[in-house]
């Protein structure tokens, strides 16, 4: 059964996951912010703001942001390494990274755009001071593929920052299941129009490894160095390492 | 003694008011220049300017009603702030009780949001009643087949088909920003490949002027609307709107900005699209 990852609870043949990961972001797309803020309440823009402040972009620097959707981290980070840096934007889903790409532009941003896949990054090795990934590594099929893509691509000394979905505190865990599991689905369906692609959020969320899995994987794929900065009593969690 | 201080201040705030103008510093200097055609005053739908993504489609009547929130939607930020202190007082205290009124206010949220959206999308095709005209209702949209002089001409029958507006209008937003980076770093070279022989030297005359000192234009928000398209003999012409915020001085508040950027391109295909004039709207 080695080919079969899962997908949300399911498993599903590893072949799949992309496509069906696609499928969803697909069929979210023209709600996705809007969703973004009532499923967080707003939050995720604080949580965000955070990353950029844990990734700390500087002018000049030259950085990735991978799985971009809808480049909110994209077009800070573009801003923040004027003059003289570049912000490259790359998503597999061509929607999403279509609205990240206009999305930039229309705050007067030039960021080129690549659709590629996170596990095989398009860039030559030792080419970026910086790589970001909000919410996305989540949603990749092979995790240590992409996090061993992400390295490679990093400068000697440059930093691989993800924000992502961790794991909860535990006091907390029956309140976030209720809210994920009955609450996201119905704000999906009455909003988006799709229950199912948040019900896929939430299991996703589970079988994501949690801060301490994730940080030893950041290791494994030859990160020094590595922190975890937990948000939102773990609801979210900063990881972040050096390339050294 | 007083007199000469307020004299002396006034003179240091003029001397300001004066370096600000003189650095006023986006391409062009926020002055008209080159060609200048005639074109619309208003963009071509009165509707705000709108981010590229949602112009594919710039034919449509835009509805220009603004709905005046409702009851509940008045109520929407404080129940919204009220939900977020509830959040991070639960999500910091961790009582029990501070979980059940989490939910309860996370769902009256999202009720709320719900409603007002549902409200939002249907209200929006719904004809104007304007005060004093009770029960009677007016179609805000003009009939197309008069037009008030001097009001944009009505876009569907401007563009031939096939023309790919959404994509014209992102290449000329990417021009856009590229010329104000290369007018930024003194990149002559840059400016003549994207614009006229006639514009270049106007432009080139600004870098000389300010002996090729670099500077910042940082663009805040960016929108481009195509307000005309025309073949006039061996020559296409478009006029795009270029509208937004721009920080033209690094420290300074971002102003907002409107001009239409008039563009060439020969008919037979020999260069592609060239910056001709600029013309203020303001």
Sequence with gaps: MKDQTDFGYERVPEADKARRVGAVFDRVAERYDLMNDLMSLGLHRLWKAF?????????????????????????????????????????????????????????????????????????????????????????????????AEMTRVLKPGGRLVILEFSKVWKPLERAYDFYSFRVLPWLGRQVAGDAAAYRYLAESIRM????????????????????????????????????? | MTKGLIGFCALAFSALLVVQTADAARLGGARSSGVQRSV?????????????????????????????????????????????GGLLGYLFAGNGLGGILLLVLLAVVAVLAFRALARRGAQSPQP??????????????????APAPGDAMPTAARFPAGFDAASFLRGAKMNFVKLQFANDQGRLEDIREFTTDEMFEALERDIH????????????????????????????WASVRFSGRVREVPGAVPVDFAEVWNLVKPADGSSGWLLAGIQQMH
């Design chain 1, 51 to 147: 990353a950029i402040s844990v990734a700390r972009p500087r002018p000049g620097e030259r950085i990735l942001d991978v799985a971009t959707g809808s480049a909110d981290l994209a077009a800070a980070l573009a801003r923040r390494v004027m003059p003289g840096g570049e912000v490259w934007l790359t998503d597999i889903n061509r929607r999403m990274l279509e609205r990240g790409r206009d999305r930039v532009l229309d705050e007067g941003l030039l960021a080129p755009a690549v659709q590629c896949d996170g596990e095989r990054l398009p860039f030559a090795t030792g080419h970026f001071d910086c790589v970001t990934v909000a919410f996305g590594l989540r949603n990749m099929t092979h995790k240590d593929r992409a996090l």
């Design chain 1, 208 to 244: 994501h490894p949690d801060q301490a899995s994730l940080a030893a994987m950041l290791e494994s794929a030859g990160l020094s160095r590595v922190e975890v900065f937990n948000l939102a009593a773990g609801v979210v969690a900063v990881h972040r390492g050096y390339r050294i």
């Design chain 2, 40 to 84: 619309p005053k208003t963009p071509p739908a009165a509707t705000p300017a709108k981010p590229a993504q949602e112009q594919a489609a710039p034919n449509q009547a835009a509805p220009t009603a603004q709905p005046q929130p409702s009851g509940l939607a008045r109520w929407m930020p404080a129940l919204g702030g009220l939900a977020l």
């Design chain 2, 128 to 145: 104007v009643q304007y005060a004093g005209m009770d029960r009677q209702t007016t179609l805000t949209p003009p009939p197309p087949s």
């Design chain 2, 209 to 236: 002027e300010r002996h090729g000192a670099g500077q910042q234009t940082d663009i805040e928000s960016l929108d481009a609307q195509l307000v005309d398209l025309a073949t006039e003999g061996p020559q296409h």
